[in-house]
């Protein structure tokens, strides 16, 4: 499993080290030939320039947030973070710095917080001196969130795209926008209905709702309860009792955010990690690398 998310991380990383510097020459003024391009009845519209994608809705804003060719930049965010969830020990090979670039340029608000416990739980997975390492990526952290309101009076992209979000506005959070209020309407009405049970279609699908409600409405709660009976039924026969609690956290975190537990760029992963059965020292990372170098 260990081989088949390296390459995934490899393959992924090699797309993207061609996608990411196209992306980057786009946003400084070259010219790409581009052609229109929807997904989904018109839900997704871009302007395809094959090397990657730009949202319409984001053709005239300063920085269009990065998606590659992908779909949403949340969904290549949060694919990317749970990949380097698999790489503990490994942080410091091309392929994954390739991807950690592409997680940071999707300005991904579910990504970032999902990256940010992955580093806390490979801290903890790793066990040696984490209260010390704890320490200080959390005043890095710090440091980082307090200069992005002092830089340029707060006129900077990881202010405006993630960290305002953050903010709470009337008891929630800005950013807390992962169903429409309709949605909510039609989510409040069947917790209350027999549909709970088994779930169903909404008549009229809009854009823009994710999240653990989504998967509810959906498959109810007969199909929720057998999603967790499979994913616990995953968990059997772990090598590490650390790695396979840091997948059902991840799994959770995931499942309550995106609400896609059974898409395979989220279940490969949590599968991959809680299966781990190395330490994820970066000593023990470099040692295997040598030894794949070798063979």
């Excluded at 909510?184 to 009405?189: A, H, I, L, M, N």
Aim: aromatic share 16%.
């Amino acid at each position: 499993m260990e081989d088949l998310m390296a390459f995934i991380c490899k393959v992924t990383g090699s797309l993207l080290a061609v996608s990411i510097p196209a992306f980057l020459l786009y946003l400084v003024g070259f010219q790409f030939a581009g052609v229109n391009a929807s997904y989904g009845d018109g839900l997704y519209s871009y302007t395809n320039h094959f090397l990657f994608l730009i949202d319409d809705r984001a053709l005239w804003a300063f920085f269009p947030r990065f998606s590659s060719v992908f779909l949403e930049p949340g969904h290549l965010g949060t694919a990317v973070a749970l990949l380097l969830s698999t790489q503990f020990g490994k942080w410091k090979k091309w392929y994954n710095i390739v991807l950690l670039v592409a997680l940071l340029l999707t300005f991904s608000l579910a990504a970032y917080v999902i990256y940010v416990i992955v580093i806390f739980l490979k801290l903890w997975t790793q066990g040696k001196q984490f209260i010390g390492k704890l320490i200080m990526v959390t005043s890095l952290i710090t440091v980082i969130v307090t200069g992005s309101f002092f830089y340029n009076n707060g006129e900077n992209l990881l202010h405006d795209l993630i960290l305002i979000r953050l903010e709470v506005e009337d008891g929630d959070l800005a950013g807390n926008n992962r169903v429409t209020e309709d949605f909510d309407t039609d989510f409040e009405k069947l917790c209350t209905s027999s549909a709970v049970i088994f779930g169903k279609k909404r008549d009229n699908p809009e854009f823009g709702n994710s999240g653990y409600k989504v998967f509810i409405y959906e498959n109810g709660i007969i199909g929720t309860i057998l999603m967790l009976a499979f994913y616990l039924s995953t968990l059997s026969k772990v090598y590490n009792r650390k790695a396979a609690t840091s997948s059902f956290i991840l799994a959770l975190l995931g499942f309550i955010v995106r609400g896609y537990p059974l898409w395979y760029s989220n279940f490969l992963p949590y599968f991959a990690l809680a299966h781990h059965n190395q330490s994820f020292s970066e000593e023990e990372g470099n040692e295997q690398g040598k030894k794949e170098e070798l063979s």
